[in-house]
């Protein structure tokens, strides 16, 4: 079992930066993936990306070239880098860890951190 923590949200201007943060609990951190998601009022949550337990990230369209996910075993610390930022990207983003490969879907994810408010003005 994991116990996920997430930090680093706030209020950012469009086209600013912020760094997500997830500190795990447990010595197996390094075998699972680990997803970012977020979820916006009224909407569904769905995937940032995620990254395996090789470190091979993999990130939703939207994203793309703006966002970096990556995972330092050692510190069991799994990180969102967010650039470019725009209004759109306002949601809640939370960490989540599975047991085996990629998967895009949440309810493959196994362990959930309470989550982080990341909002973005215009």
């Known amino acids: 079992q994991v116990q996920l923590v997430e930090s680093g949200g706030g209020l950012v201007q469009a086209g600013g930066s912020l760094r997500l943060s997830c500190a795990a609990s447990g010595r197996t951190f390094s075998t699972y993936t680990m997803g970012w998601f977020r979820q916006a009022p009224g909407k569904e949550r769905e995937v940032v990306g995620a990254?395996?337990?090789?470190?091979?990230?993999h990130y939703a369209d939207s994203v793309k070239g703006r966002f970096t996910i990556s995972r330092d075993n050692a510190k069991n610390t799994l990180y969102l880098q967010m650039n470019s930022l725009k209004p759109e990207d306002t949601a809640v983003y939370y960490c989540?860890?599975?047991?085996?490969?990629?998967?895009?879907?949440?309810?493959?994810?196994?362990?959930w951190g309470q989550g982080t408010q990341v909002t973005v003005s215009s």
């Open positions: 989540a860890a599975r047991n085996g490969y990629y998967s895009s879907r949440p309810q493959t994810y196994d362990y």
């Open positions: 990254i395996s337990r090789s470190g091979s990230p």
